[in-house]
């Protein structure tokens, strides 16, 4: 699994502030947010945004935080250095913030503690004092970190993490006894036959609701009710679908479905959620295969362009190999989107940057958008005779 760039350090002098220019490192400093994070272990694998370390025993979290949203995560250690599943969490920092948080050992995981007014009065005053044990905010990777994340508003982002506000790569799943009332519980036990197998009569699991992330459903591709001429259009146009999506989920804001494409790809990347991936698969697809949308919303699709662009620059070139580009999902969906860009009525300044984008992901990775087939992603087709 791909993931930020880490450097091994002992204490809290995480490199980045040197680089700075002396202007910019004081106004971070004076107006940065800062992490306070308590108790962590030495040895802890800790991340935020495209940065991550092994902590040291000085660690007390980190300063110089840019406002804006970033990701949190981190990875408890064990004596033989066994690395637990990753956790994390998005925020949005404001100017000067501070935001505490504290390490629970027994649940290897931030606890549930919320510090006192008067604990947050001595945080405050206490800032200097702190900046010793604080590593500051790798100022070198902010511009990455943002052309992968602008889409993502605070409204989004707090309508799309779970319940427990957690990013967890490994599924929880609860006992059915434990989750469900006692009719549902007797429910379940009565539609178990008695001569069913040992396998059947095991407890059942599901996932813990609490720990899913709400991604929005993709809508079908053609309204109720359609005839065959309508799912025939539909099927090779998904632009019923997007503009459906867009109206459910976003309140007409187009944008809104940039900000879930950039969101799911930081919890499949950073967060190392493979369901994310999956629903970042099924967004993108249905991007690619619209038609009448590009005539339609020319900014979104310039917003989608330059997105996927610094998408793919991220992912290292082995690791499509072996999952992006399994069936050709990738190729495939890119094929159909340059296709479509192509016999649209869009702008010539759209269309020149459609022609850049295929270019250069062909130097890149040495595609061949134009003899290509659909294979499972081609659309469906009604006989109409």
């Not at 809290?12 to 108790?39: H, Y």
Request: charged share 25%.
């Amino acid at each position: 699994m791909a993931s930020a760039s880490k450097r091994s350090k002992t204490e809290t002098d995480m490199e980045g502030a040197s680089e700075m220019d002396p202007n910019t490192a004081r106004k971070l400093f004076e107006e940065g947010a800062i992490l306070v994070f308590l108790n962590v272990p030495e040895g802890t694998e800790f991340g935020m945004d495209y940065n991550s370390w092994t902590v040291g025993s000085k660690f007390r979290g980190v300063k110089m935080i840019p406002p804006g949203i970033h990701f949190v995560y981190y990875s408890a250690v064990s004596k033989l250095q066994e690395t637990a599943p990753r956790s994390g969490f998005f925020y949005n920092f404001k100017q000067r913030e501070i935001l505490v948080k504290k390490w629970d050992p027994r649940q290897e995981d931030i606890s549930d503690y919320s510090p006192t007014d008067d604990e947050m009065h001595r945080y405050e005053c206490n800032r200097e004092e702190m900046d010793r044990y604080l590593g500051p905010y790798p100022y070198e990777s902010l511009k990455r970190w943002v052309s992968l994340t602008n889409r993502i508003t605070e409204p989004l982002m707090k309508a799309l993490v779970p319940n427990s506000g957690k990013i967890t790569s490994a599924t929880e799943l609860l006992c059915d006894k434990e989750s469900r009332t006692t009719q549902q519980r007797a429910e379940i036990h009565a539609s178990v036959a008695d001569d069913a197998s040992m396998e059947d009569k095991l407890p059942q699991m599901h996932t813990n609701p609490d720990t899913q992330i709400h991604f929005s459903e993709i809508p079908k591709k053609y309204p109720s009710g359609a005839n065959p001429a309508e799912i025939t259009k539909y099927s090779m146009d998904s632009s019923y679908a997007l503009e459906t999506l867009v109206k459910t989920h976003y309140n007409d804001n187009v944008f809104g479905v940039i900000g879930e494409l950039q969101f799911a790809f930081i919890c499949f990347l950073l967060g190392q959620v493979y369901d994310s991936f999956e629903h970042w698969k099924h967004l993108f697809h249905l991007l690619c295969s619209c038609e009448d949308a590009i005539d339609k919303h020319g900014d979104l699709y310039h917003a989608f362009m330059t997105t996927i662009y610094f998408q793919l620059a991220e992912i290292p070139k082995d690791f499509f190999v072996d999952i992006v580009t399994r069936n050709n999902f990738l190729t495939s969906c890119l094929a159909d989107f340059f296709r479509n860009l192509d016999d649209s009525e869009a702008t010539h300044h759209l269309k020149s940057r459609g022609r850049k984008l295929k270019q250069s992901l062909t130097k890149k990775f040495q595609w061949d958008f134009d003899d290509f087939e659909s294979g499972e992603y081609a659309p469906t087709v009604v006989d109409l005779s």
